[in-house]
């Protein structure tokens, strides 16, 4: 326990790549078989449930210390197992001295769900600060101490026989506690259990437009797509079919509306979105089948799931990848003309003859449910992450409206000391008299401008809130966002998708921001 | 303008103001009459017309603004009682910085103790922490949160060591205040034995000189322009925190960053900072000094300023004493 504590927060501070590689690397080389496997599943986040809520833990801290000077250490620091593994009084602290793995499978099979917390309290009441702070993270889930898959990839490979294509190969493969992952890096055969067709691939992605390096690139050597504002999926279609999202996650159960059952094997890249007669639905459609693990019939029906395909990595024995895109579009079209399930259809391509054109139907094309456009080399093959000369994204011009800032929180994290979360919004109407939140924002500004914001904010408070302070109206800032609808949840009864800074108005009076009827009317 | 609890103190603009001793208390803004509690820039301003402080806070300020450090000023010592007008002011060692102490203000009987910054943990280089019992007790609360526990300051200044015989090629550059950290890192470092030569950054020599003079020890000592590129590696060198990530600090090549801060108590902190060796050291009163000192201190009523004064109010109202928070203006920036 104590090693991997040393680790987490050496990886924390650790400002390079390769000293991160290194640190994890030694730790894979000297810990013993159980830890490593427990070890790698924390890190990459393979638990398959926390094993404390939030709530449990806010009790724990609670009765251990006081409600109010909690909230108040929260709100100062901003991540709940900091805050606690500092609060936490222990008359009895020392370092504990279980194993990682001994303690992961104490937690693992605990089923006295009413004697959970006072487990934990014992652990924690036997820990150090830093090992306080390594149980929660763990019990927890979702470590955020800087390390990447693609990192720990490195180090796995530094520490076994194993070339990275391979690790890259079956990484989705293997099962908690992943210690014969360890065997299989020192050479040993792959566990049974795992089928290589039965595993996620990793995506394709795609690099964002950069215009100066488009002059020089032939349209003819391109083809584009728009690109629907859905979620990205990956279908293996065979006799036992999966669906995993853009992370690797298994999402088959969500959209059990696509058949995924075909005799063969094939394994396609697209995007899921909500269509209904005939036309695709905005993204907030498709927010209510989004971790859904058991949809109703009648959220089916209201909401039904389409597959916009476009890529395909394997039809049957073949591997697509490492072919051109243009022959991987035949394999595609052969296989839809195969499967003909009605709600799966390929994506079409755009006609144009100039990058200008291009532009032009991006942002004129009247589907509001369209982002921008996917511009592909027809002779890039399918490789994993941004690949230089493979995929551009080029997104729509985002709205742009000027806003005044309502009230300000502090962020959480690596901003948990500033004001970094700042609610905006405009005019209720004409009379400029009383103001109505719109959004959310809490990025597109640099660092400085953070500060001066903090400052701004620390100087203008009209009231506290515990971390949300309510503000002077006063400051005007121009906030982008890449859409515009209706929404019920909202008291200014729009929703805008992905709003964020664009510029901090210093100088403009909140006299000439707009009204509600003006945003309204963005929607059409 | 609120009003404290006693009616002879009052909030100005210009900072906190004494009626009957017509001075004001660290002011922000250049007044007639001054009580600076230490030298650091966020207590002591330049351009007062009258300071009254110890004899090396006044020195201090003098080496640092030069002419406008006053027109005129009055060497406070600490057996002595002084009368300003209507009031009577003794000085207390408050165990901050070299110099720094705290006021006590008679007036007409009633006790008036006004800490400036203090901390309790013992520090060579300067005077220990006296507690006067007083009925207003007036602290600061930078740490005034009770996640902000102190560790033991030689293990911190152990992690440095051990860290500098473990990367022998690297320069470990140490991002410190330049009044009191800087001195206190280094005695601590002396302490424990580490007898090479530390290398300073140019802003910090001037106030480790004097301290010297005032018989501090602080062995070799060196600037760093004094040291050839070629020689950086196995270095030590001190600097302000703001030049860990300016140009200056570029010219080391492979270097160690740290900084010695009560902040570093906060992970995310030190990642703000980009820092791998933080060093949890600090120069104030943490949240279990702040609660031994109210409790030495003994007053009817405490007045919280500087840093995180809600949840110190929150507690000691909670534990019977009279609390309020005196909101100055221009102490809300995090700085030690």
């Known amino acids: ?524 | 303008m609120r009003k404290t609890n006693i009616n002879w103190l009052k909030k100005k603009r210009e900072g906190l103001f004494c009626v009957p001793g017509n001075f004001f208390i660290d002011p922000v803004f250049p007044v007639e009459k001054a009580l600076i509690t230490h030298a650091h820039t966020d207590h002591a301003r330049p351009n007062n017309k009258s300071i009254f402080s110890s004899k090396e806070t006044i020195e201090l300020m003098h080496l640092r603004y030069g002419e406008s450090y006053c027109s005129d000023f009055q060497i406070a010592r600490f057996d002595e009682k002084i009368k300003i007008n209507d009031v009577t002011v003794q000085i207390h060692p408050a165990g901050h910085i070299l110099g720094s102490v705290q006021f006590l203000i008679n007036y007409k009987g009633y006790r008036l103790l006004i800490s400036g910054d203090y901390k309790r943990t013992k520090d060579k280089t300067c005077l220990s922490y006296e507690p006067v019992k007083c009925d207003t007790f007036i602290t600061e609360a930078t740490f005034g949160l009770p996640i902000f526990n102190h560790p033991n300051d030689q293990n911190e200044v152990k992690k440095l060591i051990k860290s500098i015989k473990a990367n022998v090629n690297k320069t470990h550059l140490i991002g410190v205040y330049a009044l009191g950290k800087c001195q206190r890192l280094i005695t601590l470092l002396r302490n424990l034995g580490y007898d090479e030569t530390i290398y300073l950054h140019g802003a910090l020599t001037k106030i480790s000189n004097f301290y010297s003079k005032n018989n501090i020890i602080l062995g070799n000592i060196s600037n760093i322009s004094e040291c050839s590129k070629s020689e950086y590696a196995n270095k030590l060198v001190l600097c302000p925190p703001s030049s860990l990530n300016d140009k200056w600090s570029q010219k080391f090549k492979n270097v160690v960053k740290g900084y010695a801060s009560g902040w570093m108590r906060i992970r995310q902190r030190v990642k703000q900072k980009n820092i791998e060796l933080p060093l949890i050291l600090s120069d104030h009163a943490d949240w279990d000094e702040i609660l031994k000192t109210v409790n030495d201190v003994n007053p009817n009523e405490v007045l919280v300023t500087h840093g995180r004064e809600e949840a110190l109010v929150h507690y000691l109202t909670k534990k019977n004493f009279k609390s309020s928070a005196l909101n100055l203006i221009g102490f809300e920036d995090e700085n030690e």
């Open chain 1, 1 to 524: 326990m104590n090693d991997f504590a040393e680790l987490l927060n050496d990886l924390i501070l650790s400002p390079s790549r390769n000293k991160k590689i290194d640190l994890l690397k030694n730790f894979f080389c000297k810990s013993n078989l159980k830890d490593k496997g427990w070890a790698f599943c924390i890190l990459t986040n393979r638990m398959d449930r926390k094993f404390v809520s939030v709530k449990e833990l806010k009790e724990l801290i609670i009765e251990n210390s006081d409600e109010d000077l909690f909230r108040f250490s929260y709100d100062y620091v901003g991540d709940l197992a900091e805050t606690i593994s500092l609060l936490w009084q222990s008359n009895n602290e020392k370092n504990t001295n279980i194993n990682l793995h001994e303690f992961m499978e104490i937690f693992s099979n605990f089923d006295h769900k009413n004697k959970l917390k006072t487990k934990l309290k014992y652990f924690l009441d036997r820990s150090s600060e830093n090992q306080r702070f390594t149980i929660i993270k763990i019990l927890t889930g979702g470590l955020r101490v800087g390390v990447s898959n693609g990192l720990i990839k490195e180090a796995l490979k530094l520490s076994g026989v194993r070339e990275k294509s391979e690790i890259e190969e079956f990484w989705h493969g293997f099962k908690l506690p992943c210690t014969d992952l360890f065997e299989w890096l020192d050479g040993k055969k792959l566990p049974k259990y795992i089928n290589r067709k039965k595993l996620f691939n990793s995506f394709m992605l795609a690099n964002n437009y950069n215009s100066n390096e488009f002059k020089s690139f032939k349209t003819d050597d391109y083809i584009a797509e728009f690109k629907w504002d859905g979620i990205r999926a990956q279908i293996i279609f065979s006799e036992d079919g999966k669906i995993f999202s853009r992370n690797g996650e298994d999402i088959t159960n969500s959209f059990c509306d696509i058949n995924t059952f075909i005799k063969g094997y094939f394994v396609v890249d697209g995007e899921i979105v909500v269509k209904k007669n005939n036309k695709v639905l905005s993204f907030n459609h498709l927010q209510k089948r989004i971790g859904r693990k058991n949809p109703s019939k009648k959220l089916i029906e209201d909401y039904p799931i389409h597959f916009i395909a476009y890529d395909i990595l394997f039809y049957t024995s073949v591997d697509c990848r490492a072919l051109s895109l243009i022959e991987r579009k035949k394999y595609l079209n052969r296989f839809i003309n195969i499967c003909k399930f009605s709600n799966i259809s390929t994506s079409s391509l755009i006609k144009f003859s100039s990058w200008d054109q291009l532009q032009n139907i991006k942002e004129t094309s009247l589907n509001n449910h369209i982002e921008g456009v996917i511009i592909k080399k027809k002779t890039s093959l399918y490789k994993k992450g941004r690949v230089v000369d493979g995929w551009y994204k080029w997104k729509r011009n985002p709205f742009s409206v000027d806003f005044i800032i309502m009230y300000a929180q502090r962020g959480h994290g690596k901003r948990s000391s500033f004001y970094s979360d700042f609610t905006f919004g405009c005019w209720v109407d004409e009379q400029f008299t009383k103001l109505v939140p719109v959004g959310k924002a809490y990025s597109g500004y640099t660092n400085d401008e953070l500060k001066s914001l903090d400052r701004w904010v620390r100087n203008n408070t009209v009231e506290r809130f515990g971390p949300v302070r309510s503000l002077k109206p006063g400051l005007v800032v121009e906030i982008s966002f890449d859409n515009i609808n209706y929404s019920s949840r909202h008291k200014s009864g729009v929703a805008l998708r992905f709003p964020r800074f664009t510029r901090i108005r210093w100088d403009k009076p909140i006299s000439q921001v707009c009204s509600l009827k003006y945003i309204k009317d963005l929607i059409n």
